[in-house]
């Protein structure tokens, strides 16, 4: 009997999947989404911002374990042993090519396409003994990883005919505003400058520099035990200041923003007034509201939310819907309360590697 | 990688058990405690630092940090090592501490995160294997304390005063003497791994007789007024260490005597003063070590490496000795590296050839490898007689 389903298709699903593997055949797991190519929306994303390197090291990939990483592949790819050095002082990161080509090969080996079925599913309902998923069946233990909810447009540039978001497909005008301070921001900044514009960045604080999305103890017990001791409130505003906008500090970003400063191409503003073109470098919607499935579950389980978070458990799953007999998990940016960085692949192997473990250690699965 | 603490010490443990099994199986082959020895201050040193230093140092460890890491934890080792006066050897002690740390690299970098799904995520922690590795290591430790107590020898203490000999030790046990003890008669060793300490010993045959046994060792032992040696050792393995032997009036005996002991593996004799006597040292068919000794006044070589032996002598102090300071002889092989030998006298009386004053000699079908050796008022500084050759290298040609 198939008892274990993913709900969605994209990396986060596809990363647990991978883990999911390291104890279950293909034809135990059932994936449901509405593209069977789990970098279908990050592919394009990745190409509207030009994205070359990942932000993400050598661990940044969707297998189960952290060792081997992309760095030593790369090695054998590359025929150097730069990325090996690189990887030892946190300097090496994957090209974005080299990455669609590590999921392009695990979607292969792990036998994905055996495991997807073609479906939208709008309601999770809590049966005995499991979930029901939208007449696609009844399944003792689930993950839902739904992605993200959509882009986020500042309201007051919705209607304005020279907005774009970021991850829309786009080109760059001779005279560009970006709104945002985040990786995608800082992207844009040297994409429209290459293209020859003149920029101005457009955002309401500084932008943090640090390598990754959040800092490094939280990406281990060590930041996350104190994490998970916090009080709710305590969560919230500990959540707001982890997420906020960064990019990586380093002369790849700095000596070109420096070079068009000083020759009047690049400068801060206040508003948006006199570009041709306004670059929406401002993420994702946040909150559980903002998608269906999600809200619908909230409502119909009346479950325990935090100001568009859904209250987890440490391990990610929802506590008033997961006992010794089943489990609902959720993976990718939902599972914040329980993983700042959880719309990561870093995020989404800490989900699934709990997941796998609540399904071992369920005597019924 | 961000450690928790109990991470790090999980980790450092369990990354220290093939190490202290690898040190076990060791100290059995080598019979030495050193790599047990070495492998506990290794595990002691990591846990007081990530206990006291790293965890508090490093909220995020890079890779690259295990090098400089790994050096500061091997010079405070060392030091501990250096400044307890343990009987380590450096290059092998060098040698386990550096497999030991890519042990320690290889698995936390590959074999933990393989073995262990959550292992980065959990800090390091490693789950039931953790408390089960740092059982194993204390077990482990205990176990090799309590052998290493149980095996230890009995320690007889020989009270001051006079006692009559000859002394015959039949099992194995330190005998230590307390200041004033004196053995007249000599002592004859009659079992494996026998230490004498600070005993004197007056008369006898030979003062000290040492005769097939192994694991000798003696140690700040007294010797005068013996009739044949001063210390004979016949088929055995031994060390001896910071000896004073007196032959003075003997013209015949020799000081120490250490023959046919090639199959014993390497004997040693350091740090010993002998006066007096036909040869101060002297070995026959052995293998043998003579470092740092002072001899003067012999009446036909000061140190002999003779008969087919393979030796060396280093750092040793030669005074007014008749005949030769230094001899190479009897197709043996030998390594003379910094010694100084001064005032040798001639005592050929115009007859025999290899007994002129000299400083170094080789002799008899001998090869004498010589280095950096001070040789100074003897009436021949160095020579050879017999089919022999002397090479001055600092590298020794066996």
Known sequence: ?365 | MSYTLTGRLHSRLTALLPVLLAALALSGTLHRWWPVELVALMAAVGVALDLQVWHRLLPYQPAWTMVPLGAVELALLMAIVVGFGLQVPLGPALALYGAGWGVAVVLALAGFPLLRLTYAEDGGELGRLGPVAAIAIGLALLGSAATYYARKPPVVHLAAGVHRGPLVITRREVLQGEPGAVVRGGIVVRHDNVEIRDVTVVGGSNGITVDGVHGTVLDGVSISGAKLDGIHVRTAGIVIRNCTIDMLGNPLGQGIDISFNMGMGMSMVDGCTIVGGMQGITTHSSMTEIVHNRVSRTSAQAISVAEMSMGTAMDNQIQDAVGVGLSCDDQSMCMFEHNTVVDTRDASGGGDRSARGFGLLASFGSEADVWDNELSANPVPIGTVTNSLIRRTRTTGW
């Not at chain 1, 449901?32 to 940044?60: C, F, H, K, Y």
């Not at chain 1, 994957?94 to 939208?120: G, K, M, N, Y």
């Not at chain 1, 999770?124 to 009844?138: C, M, N, P, Q, S």
């Not at chain 1, 739904?146 to 786009?170: F, I």
Request: glycine share 10%; net charge positive.
């Open chain 1, 1 to 365: 009997m198939t008892s274990v389903a993913v709900v969605g298709s994209g990396l986060a699903g596809f990363t647990a999947y991978q883990t999911l593997r390291r104890g279950l055949e293909p034809e135990q797991i059932v994936v449901l989404g509405t593209n069977a190519d789990p970098v279908a929306a990050w592919r394009r994303r990745a190409a509207a911002i030009r994205q070359r390197e990942m932000r993400s090291e050598s661990d940044g990939h969707c297998l189960p374990t952290s060792f081997p990483g992309l760095a030593l592949q790369s090695v054998w790819r590359r025929r150097s042993p730069a990325p090996l050095l690189e990887t030892v002082t946190d300097r090496y990161h994957p090209t974005v090519a080299e990455f669609l080509e590590h999921v392009e090969r695990r979607r292969e080996r792990s036998r994905w396409d055996e495991s997807f079925r073609l479906a939208h599913v709008e309601q999770v309902r809590a049966v005995d003994g499991g979930f029901e998923l939208d007449g696609h069946g009844t399944f003792r233990h689930v993950l839902i990883a739904p992605g993200h909810p959509g882009l986020n447009m500042p309201g007051e540039l919705r209607d304005d005919p020279r907005a774009v978001h970021a991850y829309e497909p786009h080109d760059y005008a001779s005279t560009v505003t970006v709104v945002g301070a985040g990786l995608a921001a800082a992207t844009e900044w040297l994409n429209a400058l290459d293209a020859g514009a003149e920029v101005v960045s457009v955002r309401r604080r500084e932008p943090v520099r640090r390598p990754l999305n959040v800092p490094r103890e939280y990406l281990s017990r060590r930041g996350l035990d104190t994490f998970h001791g916090l009080g709710g409130q305590e969560r919230i505003a500990r959540l707001r200041s982890l997420l906020v906008p960064s990019y990586p500090p380093g002369r790849a970003w700095d000596e070109p923003l420096g070079r068009a400063a000083a020759e009047g191409r690049f400068r801060v503003g206040e508003s948006v007034n006199g570009s041709e073109q306004v670059i929406c470098a401002t993420g994702f919607r946040h909150g559980f509201q903002h998608d269906p499935l999600l809200a619908r579950l909230v409502a119909d389980q009346g479950l325990a939310t935090a100001e568009g978070w859904i209250v987890l458990a440490p391990d990610s799953t929802v506590p008033a819907l997961t006992d010794e007999a089943r489990t609902l998990a959720l993976a990718g940016a939902p599972g914040q309360w329980a993983f700042p960085a959880a719309d990561t692949i870093t995020g989404a192997k800490y989900a699934a590697h709990r997941f796998l473990a609540r399904i071992r250690s369920c005597r019924t699965r």
